[in-house]
C-alpha cells in the first residue's frame, strides 16, 4: 500500500508569488487533513476533508490559503500571493473513516513540503 | 481548545538509558498520539492510545484520563531512537485535526 504522498518536497517562491502543493492520501481514505510546522513552533492544524468536502477549516490562516479537493482523491493547497511568514513545512495526514467521536483511527503522514518565501 | 504540553524540550542520554517523555493536555479527548520524526524524515505514528498502556518493542506508552497525562518510555535507548517525539491529541469527534505539542527532541549517545 503506497503512503502519503506530498508534491513538492521543497519549494522557493519570492513574496506575492502563488504556490500550489499537492497532496495524494493513502487509496480508499476519506480524511485528508493539512497541517503546518512554521520554524520554532509546534505543528498546526489548517483544515480537514471528508472526502471532497470541508469539513473543518478553523486553522486556516486567511484567505490567501485555498484548499481544494476536488473528486475527493488528491488535494492541493494553494497560497496566493505569498507572504514570507508562509514559509514552513506543510504536512498531509490521512486516515480512514470514523464513525462517531470515539472511533479514532491512526493519521498517516506524507514526507511535508517545505516551503521557503523570499 | 486544548493545550498540549511537553517535557522535557530537550534530551540527551547515554545509550542503555531509560527515557521518560511526558505530556499533558487541558481538555478531555478522545484519542492520544505519540509520533517520532528522525532527522529529515517523514513522521510516523507510534502509538494511538485512549486508556491503560500500550507496548511496541522497547516503546511502552501509558495514558492517565483522569490526570489528563501520558508518558512515552524507551528502554535501553539506542543511538537509532535519536529523533523528536511528538504528543498530539484528538479533541473532539473522531476523525477531527490533531493538537500537537511543540515536541521533545532526544538525542542518544553512544
Known amino acids: 500500500e503506497a503512503g502519503v504522498t506530498q508534491f513538492p518536497s521543497h519549494s522557493v517562491i519570492e513574496k506575492g508569488q502563488t504556490v500550489t502543493l499537492r497532496c495524494d492520501p493513502i487509496?480508499?481514505?476519506?480524511?485528508l487533513y493539512w497541517y503546518r510546522r512554521v520554524m520554532g513552533k509546534e505543528i498546526k492544524f489548517l483544515l480537514h476533508?471528508?472526502?471532497?468536502?470541508?469539513?473543518?477549516e478553523s486553522g486556516m490562516p486567511n484567505n490567501r490559503f485555498l484548499a481544494e479537493r476536488t473528486g475527493g482523491t488528491y488535494s492541493t493547497l494553494k497560497v496566493q500571493p505569498a507572504e514570507l511568514e508562509d514559509s514552513g513545512v506543510y504536512f498531509c495526514?490521512?486516515?480512514?473513516?470514523?464513525?462517531?467521536?470515539?472511533?479514532?483511527?491512526?493519521?498517516?503522514f506524507g514526507p511535508g513540503t517545505r516551503l521557503t518565501v523570499l | 481548545k486544548n493545550e498540549v504540553e511537553q517535557s522535557p524540550q530537550n534530551l540527551t542520554a547515554q545509550e542503555g538509558e531509560f527515557i521518560t517523555i511526558n505530556c499533558s493536555y487541558s481538555?478531555?479527548?478522545?484519542?492520544l498520539h505519540w509520533l517520532q520524526q528522525h532527522p529529515g524524515g517523514g513522521i510516523v505514528s507510534l502509538f494511538m492510545?485512549?486508556?491503560g498502556k500500550k507496548k511496541h518493542g522497547r516503546l511502552i506508552a501509558t495514558i492517565n484520563i483522569q490526570e489528563k497525562h501520558s508518558s512515552l518510555h524507551i528502554t535501553a535507548s539506542h543511538p537509532r531512537d535519536s529523533a523528536v517525539y511528538i504528543c498530539?491529541?484528538?479533541?473532539?469527534?473522531?476523525?477531527?485535526?490533531?493538537?500537537f505539542g511543540k515536541g521533545t527532541h532526544l538525542i542518544i549517545q553512544p
Open positions: 495526514a490521512s486516515s480512514r473513516i470514523s464513525r462517531g467521536r470515539y472511533e479514532v483511527y491512526e493519521q498517516f
Open positions: 487509496s480508499g481514505h476519506d480524511n
Open positions: 476533508f471528508v472526502k471532497e468536502s470541508k469539513q473543518d
Open positions: 481538555v478531555g479527548i478522545s484519542a
Open positions: 492510545l485512549s486508556s
Open positions: 498530539a491529541v484528538t479533541s473532539g469527534g473522531g476523525a477531527d485535526g490533531l493538537t
